[in-house]
């Protein structure tokens, strides 16, 4: 018989862990998506043409790093293992492999980006206007990839060790280089468009270097090695290829849905571009409980801790349908506050209105879900996530397409975003929780 005392006790430790966790980690995700907030805002002011060359140099830059975001994922399980199994030069080394493989993808993609750059500029119909600005824009950002990746990597590996406050700070402090660079380059130096990609490289390179002064010095500190070792960044990149496979699949799902919106008229893409927008706000709040778990459940299989994996999971579960139902209710309040930001278009309006309360009502089962994809990323079990997503891709794929076909609406697509692709993945994610099959303890998952 369970003691309720010891039951009470073991609530309020995950509930701390998860706080400690995730309130940092919210933090640094919010900042992330204000380096571009702030490139717009300044850019904005130099005319359209290199706002709107900025707008499509940016979404190819978030999209080639944001494929390699399993350069955290996996890192933060593997180094949370070795942790729990108190094993910190390992711990260390692990995450070191993962920063050594960051740079070398981050080196080939601006390979590829430099002399490609007017070809994708192109690919994505800009303007004559505005296409010299994008090149312009993205060839030189991309020299700050390698610097995003080993970001990611990094924040892994801290992440991993649980610390999420020293991302925050980092975050912080990157966000805020950026803004005075960017200010005094395109407008102190008059640099205009360069001005503004160049401030934004140094600030990238500046959040790596502290990133990689912080692993160093832990490195040393505990006698891990910091040279490269091919064998460790063959087994990192072999774990992460399943979450890169899985980031593809969702992917594929948002670009299916934009796709589908833009061809229901002008209204409706309008209102779902706004709609996508607070729904990925409201991914961060949920994701930062999964990066908690990610964290913790690493932690506790390395430990071989299986009762404390599964009490920790039934808790952030627990913590993700309460957080589901607090965000879905202050959406479903704020939306007359909310929408009036975006647009005054009535036609926007009649379109966003019950597409927003459909955001609401699924916020519940969105934290859950996120939560779980966290706890099956904690342990290791990437290639069943990539398995899971490829079936949510097919069965939300031809849903989505069938929406015009059969004369739905904004409405009705975002019934099979929220609804369909959510419920798919709440499906095979509860069902792998359910299993067992999860938990493998040990400080490498066999």
């Known amino acids: 018989m369970r003691d309720p005392a010891a039951t009470r006790a073991a609530v309020r430790r995950h509930d701390r862990e998860i706080i400690a966790l995730a309130l940092p980690a919210f933090g640094a995700l919010v900042a992330e998506p ?36 399993f350069l955290a994922y996996a890192t933060t399980a593997a180094v949370a293992r070795r942790v729990g199994a108190d094993d910190l030069p390992a711990a260390i080394r692990q995450g070191m492999d993962g920063i050594w493989l960051a740079l070398l993808l981050g080196i080939g993609v601006v390979a590829v980006t430099l002399p490609s750059a007017p070809g994708l500029v192109d690919l994505f119909g800009a303007s004559a206007t505005a296409a010299p600005h994008a090149v312009t824009y993205l060839r030189i950002s ?50 205009g468009i360069a001005g503004s990609a160049w401030g934004t490289v140094l600030a990238q390179w500046a959040m790596a270097a502290v990133y990689l002064v912080v692993v160093v010095r832990g490195a040393r500190r505990h006698g891990a090695s910091l040279r490269p070792d091919a064998a460790g960044i063959r087994a990192c990149a072999q774990a992460g290829a399943p979450l890169l496979i899985r980031t593809l699949s969702l992917r ?14 002008d209204a409706d893409i309008a209102a779902h571009q706004i709609a996508l927008t607070l729904w990925s706000l409201l991914a961060f709040a ?33 913590w993700g349908v309460a957080s589901g139902v607090v965000l879905g209710l202050l959406v479903a309040a704020a939306r007359p506050l909310f929408m009036p930001l975006f647009t005054s278009d009535a ?35 990437g290639p069943f996530l990539a398995g899971a997503m ?30 369909v692709m959510m419920g798919a993945r709440l499906v095979t994610l509860w069902a792998r929780a359910r299993s067992g099959r999860w938990v493998v303890t040990g400080a490498v998952r066999a």
């Open 286 to 318: 949920l994701d930062a409980i999964a990066i908690a778990g990610q964290a913790i459940i690493g932690r506790y299989l390395g430990a071989e801790d299986e009762a404390g994996a599964r009490a920790a999971c039934r808790r952030m579960v627990q």
């Open 347 to 381: 036609a926007v309006i009649d379109e966003l209105t019950p597409a927003l309360l459909v955001v609401a009502v699924t916020q519940p089962l969105a934290g859950v879900v996120f939560v779980l994809d966290g706890v099956l990323m904690g342990a290791g079990d």
């Open 390 to 419: 490829l079936v949510t891709l097919a069965v939300f794929a031809p849903v989505a397409l069938l929406v015009p076909v059969l004369g739905g609406g904004l409405t009705a697509l975002w019934w099979t975003i929220a609804g």
């Open 34 to 69: 204000l380096f571009v907030m702030v490139d717009s805002a300044i850019v904005g002011h130099l005319g359209t043409p290199q706002l709107a060359g900025l707008g499509v140099a940016a979404a190819l830059l978030q999209t080639g790093v944001n494929i390699f975001v």
């Open 252 to 265: 594929a799902v948002l670009m299916i849905a934009t796709a589908v919106a833009a061809r229901l008229g």
């Open 142 to 191: 991309a020299l700050g990839i390698p610097a995003m990746l080993v970001v990611l990597a990094a924040t892994g590996v801290l992440r991993g060790l649980q610390d999420t406050r020293t991302p925050l700070y980092v975050a912080v402090g990157g966000f805020s280089a950026n803004a005075a660079l960017n200010v005094l380059l395109v407008y102190g130096f008059g640099l």
